[in-house]
């Protein structure tokens, strides 16, 4: 007799429980064996196996259930099982003592529980006639598994890990191989291709390569910065491979996409890892970077998508209809948002972790790593990528031309002492201070302003200029507010109102015009996603008050090359009882603290910064956030990290907002989610329900968009028009 581990799909047959068990711990253990290699913790790699071959084993025993089984003869994918198919294995595997395997099999589909609020039983179902009925049949079903040639481990002696992120990294193998299977299953994905690898020593070249391809400088000016970025780029090019924990303060505008990749692709050749991850604020620059990296780094006869994974969307679908719109991080070359990475490494959830397993044995790009995290989440963040560097082999290098050295103040001391290595020695570092300290000044807009006296004093600076603002809405409004000065030909917008494919057209247009030095009466208005890594170059920068980072960093797509002998960088007020001036709360203390700065005369420049996150961390009250943080993550508490750690707190649902996009899926046509990337953005979850915004049928947890939406002002195009918007709840940032 055959037993099933899947029910029948419209494209797929049932799937049989022993192909699926095999399948499962043949992955899983694949996985494992890969990131082993870099495993430098506590206990044998071979006592960390167990575990996950003993969860693969027998995470889906419940499904021979006769009830259970019913339901996965049938060809209804979508049936609920009667009885919880995850109780048997967790409880056959308490038995055994084998609890670590029994707790990943009771979490394998709802997720890591906080493990001080693990009921008793452990590991089981709370309804006590489930328990029993899985209890008088477990014999049944464990004859039904061996006949079915399923895999059965022996016992092995328990290990208990003691740390969260070693629950997870080893939860992802199992997770990743399960998910993986269903969709292949089901037939909702192919058999995936091994990915490339990633072949330092060959990039290296190619980098050099591409580098040495350059075009020359076209002016004095832009010459002398060029200088500046060769010497730059060699010293990365010599910097030392055997620091865990790098640092880069090279000032904006310097070339640190290529220069720190030398850096990364000399650590990893050195110290065999296998793959590199660019961390980035925003998704507009990893689009920039993406198309740098595949320029320099992809060799010959290769795919450029598959050797440089481009990942910028923060949609890690539960429902199995939608597993396939997840990205995993297998790639040689990981580009993705801080957003995508550290929440992924705060979670609980089984669709999310399972790509985690393919972080240990990486070099780590933070780049433009002041605007990476909230103050509050940098704590725990620093505990994970020192516990990675320790115990996994990751190599981390934090980078920025307005670098806080969070690590130095008393909130973030470890047990251990931290060494931060810088990878520039002192002579090019004073270098590069130096030719930045002339090239912008920071004046100050006295009073605040409406948006409309906004638009009218920006007539006054010379341009073209660059206005940034604190939300999406304020600089959707700010931008049609303009219009009847500028003229419409004449305002841009870039944020993340737009669909990604819309900002990379805005992009387009923006450099387009920004080489005509004869057409300089026009402005684009932007969120802070245009601050860092963009590579812009206005004559004039406008900056609503935020902190002294994002100054600084707006200061980089100003007279980026000195083509100017110097160039304005000003802090506006805006006021917020006037129309459409939305109210970002993010910004409140750090904005009172670059006030502060302004008014005394202190200087405007990266030395400062670490003083400012002090003072941000000290005024904001804090503190007792960041405590109990750490508490939940010492003590395990999955569920509660996964809570407490988000990188933005606007609890945002991705919309597609393609009009053609949405057709597709309504008519049921394949989509990739490549496509669901390029052609969504995120809207907060109480601006879905108040529009009463459509969630796909096709695609649980997607929704589709149709409201207004225009490539000038994105969704925020239909948001503004809606009359009795609270703007508070609805400044979007």
Known sequence: MTYYARSASPFAPNQSYSEHTTNVLESATQYWVKASRYWRGDGTADALGAIIRAAAAFHDLGKLNDDNQKILRGKNSHAPLPIPHQDAGAAHLFSRKEYVAALFVFAHHTGLPDRGKIKKPPFRDENVEIRKIVDSEMSTILSRHEKCGSPTPPVTSNFSLQTATDFRILFSCLTDADHGDAAQASGEMTCALSPPKLRATERLAALKNYIASLPASTSPDEGKRNVLRSAFFEACFQSPVAAPLTECDAPVGTGKTTAVMAHLLRVAEANKLRRIFVILPFTNIIRQSVKVYRKALVLPEENPDEVVAEIHHRADFKDKESRQLTALWNAPVIVTTAVTFFETLASNRPATLRRLHNLPGSAVFLDESHAMLPAK??????????????????????????????????????????????????????????????????????????????????????GPVLVVLNTVQTAAAAAREAESVFGTDNVLHLSTALSPADREITLKLVRTRLKDRSHTKWCLFATSCVEAGVDFSFRTGVREAASLASLLQLAGRVNRNAEFASADVWTVFLDGGTPNVGVNPAWTISARILSDFLEAGTPISPSSCTEALKRELREGGISSELEILKKYEFSSAFESVDKKFRVIEDNSLPAVVDKALIERIERFEDVSWRDIQNGSVNVRKRLIEKLSVEESRRYPGLFLWKHDYTPFLGYMAGVLKLKGIDKDSYALV
Request: charged letters at 20%; one cysteine or more; hydrophobic letters at 45%.
């Open 377 to 462: 989440l940098l704590p725990l963040a620093w505990h994970w990528i020192n516990h990675t560097a320790e115990n996994w082999k990751c190599f981390w290098t934090l980078a920025s031309g307005s670098l806080n050295r969070f690590w130095e103040l008393p909130e973030f001391a470890l047990s251990k002492p931290t060494e931060v290595t810088n990878i520039l020695v002192p002579d090019i570092r004073s270098r590069l201070a130096s030719a930045e300290s002339v090239r912008v000044v920071y004046p100050r807009k006295e009073g605040r302003l409406s948006l409309t006296a906004l638009g009218d004093w920006l007539a006054t600076l010379e």
